[in-house]
């Protein structure tokens, strides 16, 4: 018998719940694929877990046991009743009801860090499909003192995220996370793992923050910009996409600068590493 799927039949009838669409609810009921997310997070008393919509709390659940605290953002207020009252002896846990893109969360974590027995930092989640992005690039861009990054994600998204520069599955964010984290592939989930189950598979992915950036760029703002621009028009060249959006000045100076660094004018964004991104952005 799935424990997991019946307790979260029990929870959804108990409290006349259906998952909503708009806010990517898909209820996790695979006992194991929560085991795997809760190990490779690799959580200890000493750290603060930040979970991302933890909805009916089946991950919660398991990240109560390990971590000193556990503190849950959850935007739908069906939720928080459920939450309060499925962790009210839980003296670890702690609930917000709000959107994590309107959270402080940079704040949030130096309190907890004040106190004397929180020494890291990590964010577990199942996030909602739809805006997974945003909110990755929200802990990765605040530059939070966070250890890692534990999610499960749309897999096409998650392989998109993990790539190294340069492979086909790179698109823009990819440079974003690999020049903040050391990211890894944990686990393909399938759709069956959810109730209702979804249209695409899942991933579980884990990001390592570095402690130091990658790369040294003179102006890391100006690089993200110039490889958003790049991406923009992906089957063009890379020198017709930067001269289009007018980080060229251009074709001509284009075409010097990257002679001058020695990349082929036919080359397209996605073949580029991030050290040629920054030289490219150093020279504008």
């Known amino acids: 018998m799935n424990n997991i799927l019946e307790e979260t039949k029990f929870i959804m009838n108990k409290y006349n719940i259906k998952a909503v669409k708009n806010l990517g609810q898909n ?7 929560v085991n795997t ?24 659940k398991e ?22 009252e499925r962790f009210a002896l839980n003296d670890n846990f702690e609930l917000i009801n709000n959107d994590v893109l309107k959270v402080n969360l940079k704040e949030l974590i ?27 690039m929200k802990l990765l861009e605040e530059k939070l003192d966070l250890e890692s990054i534990t999610v499960m994600i749309q897999k096409e998204v998650a392989d998109r995220l993990i790539a190294t520069p340069g492979d086909k599955n790179t698109g823009a964010i990819t440079y ?15 759709n069956s793992s959810f109730i209702p189950e979804p249209e695409v598979i899942s991933k579980v992915i884990k990001l390592n923050i570095r402690k130091e950036p990658i790369i040294q760029v003179e102006n890391i703002d100006k690089m993200f910009m110039v490889i958003k621009n790049a991406f923009m028009q992906k089957r063009k060249t890379l020198l017709n996409s930067l001269t289009n959006n007018k980080i060229f000045i251009n074709k001509q ?16 964004a996605e073949e ?13």
Do not use: H, W
């Open 253 to 268: 100076q284009g075409i010097e600068i990257l002679n001058d660094l020695g990349i082929k004018e036919n080359s397209r």
């Open 37 to 60: 997310i809760v190990e490779c997070s690799e959580i200890t008393k000493e750290d603060l877990v930040i979970e991302i919509g933890p909805g009916l709390g089946t991950l919660t």
């Open 27 to 33: 209820f996790l009921v695979n006992q194991e694929v």
């Open 63 to 84: 990240l109560l046991e390990k971590a000193g605290k556990v503190i849950c953002i959850e935007i739908d207020t069906k939720m928080l009743s459920i939450l309060k």
């Open 272 to 284: 580029l590493t991030i050290e040629q991104f920054a030289k490219i952005s150093d020279k504008l």
């Open 176 to 190: 974003s996370v690999y020049y903040y984290a050391e990211s890894e592939g944990i686990l393909e989930v399938p």
């Open 110 to 136: 130096e309190k907890e860090k004040q106190t004397e027995n929180i020494k890291r930092a990590k964010i577990v989640a199942n996030l909602p499909y739809y805006i997974t992005t945003p909110i990755i």
